[in-house]
């Protein structure tokens, strides 16, 4: 992309150009090129990540949003720019409701007008309110002939159109680079170029010395070219593929803008415990819970719990471990920890947090943790 030669946009584009993200990184990595209807339908994915979008802006009341959305996203300018009919808009994409009111990284921001006119002056609960953080517009016609970001972009300017892309194969979404499958066959797969990705359906990855894994990510460093038909379907779109070959990666080395982005969210920590920590006549048959200061992915807890006694067991008592299930409960953030059998009268149990247990939206690590009570007879 080339550096707008003249006007603000222009200005705040030429201090800001930077090298495209390298070869193998995941466009999660970076920014996401999408929709906006696809921000609305899936505001966990997004959350707390750069994003591009095409989408006229409308002002109200000193108010700019994202026009014709179903639920409202308010868009705040790093400097406000002279808008084009070509536009992309990009910045930091937040759901309101996943973040505390007080939160350091929202100081500067004023958002009592938005939450009037969004939720009665309300903080909102999670997926209802938006904002995109730090914004600028981007003046970027659509090519006439189709690419992947083009397509990720604007599905609606392409769909029911035969076209022919050049992507590099991530299989069955193996790296996340978009954030819900389509489901139209066995062998749907997504194409990821620059900082766009589209999934391909009805189309076996197979052809003349071509022959992938959509579950194998040795597969993952081939480029390929798809024909196909775009169709959309609300905010899911995809290439409806009728043809695959090998192709040859780029040769030329893409231009991007960098945004300034809002400081990363803190590592999780955990609040709050039942039992407490070091409480003495513990409820034996009661669950144990941990709460946390973010939303946690519920996979990482796998293998990563320890429970067991300490102290010298009682004679006659099992010198084996509790046995338990976990379930992580999402409204509350809180870990259930439930034992098979109540627990050993007057035992000391302490469990242990290991090291692997990231946080839902950006993977930061949960330092290793443990918490040690006493049960009651």
Not at 119 to 140: C, K, N, T, Y
Not at 157 to 176: E, I, S, T
Not at 272 to 295: H, K, M, N, W, Y
Request: net charge neutral.
């Amino acid at each position: 992309m080339r550096c707008p030669a003249r006007g603000q946009v222009g200005a705040i584009l030429c201090g800001a150009v930077v090298l495209a993200v390298a070869a193998r990184a995941s466009a999660a990595d970076g920014r996401i090129a999408t929709t906006a209807e696809a921000l609305v339908a899936s505001p966990v994915f997004f959350h707390g990540k750069q994003v591009v979008v095409r989408r006229s802006v409308a002002e109200q009341d000193g108010l700019w949003r994202l026009a014709n959305t179903a639920k409202p996203v308010f868009v705040i300018w790093n400097e406000r720019p002279s808008l084009a009919a070509d536009v992309e808009i990009r910045g930091d994409f937040w759901d309101l409701g996943r973040l505390e009111r007080d939160d350091s990284r929202l100081s500067n921001v004023n958002f009592t007008p938005m939450l009037e006119a969004a939720w009665h002056g309300q903080w909102p609960p999670r997926d209802q309110v938006f904002v995109m953080l730090g914004a600028s517009a981007i003046e970027s016609p659509l090519p006439d002939e189709a690419t992947i970001r083009a397509i990720a972009l604007a599905p609606e300017h392409y769909a029911d159109r035969q076209v022919k892309v050049v992507g590099r194969f991530r299989g069955a979404n193996l790296y996340g680079d978009l954030p819900q499958p389509v489901g139209k066959s066995k062998w749907d797969f997504v194409l990821q170029s620059a900082d766009a990705a589209v999934w391909v359906a009805d189309l076996r990855p197979k052809a003349k010395d071509l022959d992938l894994d959509i579950h194998a990510r040795v597969d993952t460093g081939h480029w390929v070219q798809v024909t196909g038909t775009v169709r959309r379907d609300g905010p899911a779109a995809w290439i409806e593929g009728s043809a695959i070959a090998a192709a040859a990666a780029p040769t030329d080395t893409p231009i991007e803008v960098s945004i300034p982005r809002a400081p990363r969210e803190p590592a999780p920590t955990v609040v709050f415990t039942a039992p407490l920590a070091g409480e003495v006549d513990a409820d034996r048959s009661s669950p144990v819970r941990i709460q946390f200061s973010r939303d946690m992915d519920p996979r990482s807890f796998r293998d990563r719990i320890r429970v067991s006694y300490q102290g010298q067991a009682a004679p006659g008592a099992s010198a084996a471990p509790p046995g338990f299930t976990i379930r992580y409960l999402e409204g509350p953030r809180a870990l259930e920890i439930k034992f098979a059998e109540p627990l050993d009268r007057f035992r000391a149990v302490k469990i242990d947090l290991l090291e692997g247990i990231v946080s839902a939206i950006d993977n930061q690590p949960l330092a290793p943790w443990s918490l040690t009570f006493t049960t009651g007879g």
